[in-house]
DNA sequence: AAGCTAATGTACGAACTAGTACGTTAGTCA
DNA sequence: TGACTAACGTACTAGTTCGTACATTAGCTT
């Protein structure tokens, strides 16, 4: 019936910044994803834990910046995800459909912070214009398609002439849009782009998809 | 100074059920679009109408009730616009092509229509769900599409083997990541999505991609 | 032309919500 | 061990926001 997690401390306060921070961030993402900006109350961050409303005032600041700070841990996770990109390894038709797979993955595995981004294009992404920490740091996830691209192209592997920026929106866009839409395309259609059951099914279509542009027979068109 | 639209009825009231409703459905629109669901104020669209916020209550019932009939509509226009989908005439290279052309445009010429859809998703599709008419109606975008993707299938020319649903969910992922990330997309790499003197890059690119997908040769992986 | 009703306007209230003033305590360091 | 400060809690407020009670009128119908 009582907590297990902490040590107890009958009627005591604990006094750990770093968890009540980390604490009050977990929920907010939580609520945020949830509702939207507008739609998520502060007091029902407060609410879902072990610290009040005061703390999140004390911390963040405000509503605003703690949807900032939630928006920067979340890319923060992704920007870590990315940096164990180990795909260099392989031929360019194999590393790029590894990381096709990997940012599918990641997409899959994350649909809060799926939601929490398109909430941020909502708000026309004001909250990565006043962030510092989010200002123009790209992803390392370029770093690495530039790459790949560029032994594809020179060994003639890959007819596209794309760059980086491009593919990794033709990569996102799939990945985005199933997770996204789920529920409007689900109501609409009929189809749960997120059913268990079709994952491999929609995994697969989109290496090949990404593949078959990247060495498609130009001259065929 | 004085308003030019409409007959000058001085101090009088003007009596037109249909221009009053859809007055409140273009504001609501916007409005809603504009700052989402709870982000939008039942004031401030019933301040930037002719008439008043009682109006809105009178012909809708509620805030989500609005929200629901603005959803409609939106939906219908994409449907018109579907109906008017002339493709059948083109081989199917040339007819998929005009097919992910037109969604493109649409997308591009209805941003606040994707919004809608970002918002809606957000809300776990709710609303669509508690409408009557947006029930399970489909697209008929759909029925052009299985009916191209037949003909191209059975001459040999496509030899991906998708389903209509499936491929107007890859082409849709496309077109709706460029508008509605458009400004995460924009403040972390940098780029434009929507940049009108890229817009026939990423035009031919959305083709280039679908087509290079269903006439692949599959065995070359 | 009288009356009836759909359509409209005004004014207000109850509930919610972000944010704060003020008071308290845990833990550390001289 | 005493005192200082970061960390925390309570209680409240000012402002907002959805929704409605009540009053009014345009224009059709007979």
Redesign the pocket.
Known sequence: MTSVDEPA?P???????????AEILDVATQEFARAGY?????????AR???????????F??????FTAVLERAYGVIREAEQQLDVEHLDPVAAIRRLAELTFDHHEAHPDFIRLVSIENIHGAEHIAASEKLGRIGSPALEVIRRILQAGQKSGLFTADVDAVDLHAMISSFCFFRVANRHTFGALFGRDLVDPAQREHYRTMLGDMVIAYLTADRAAN
């Open positions: 401390r009627n005591g306060r604990i006094r750990d910044a770093a968890r009540t921070q507008d739609g998520a109350r502060v007091d029902e961050i407060a834990t072990r610290t009040t409303k005061r703390m999140i005032y004390y911390y600041g405000g509503k605003e910046q703690l």
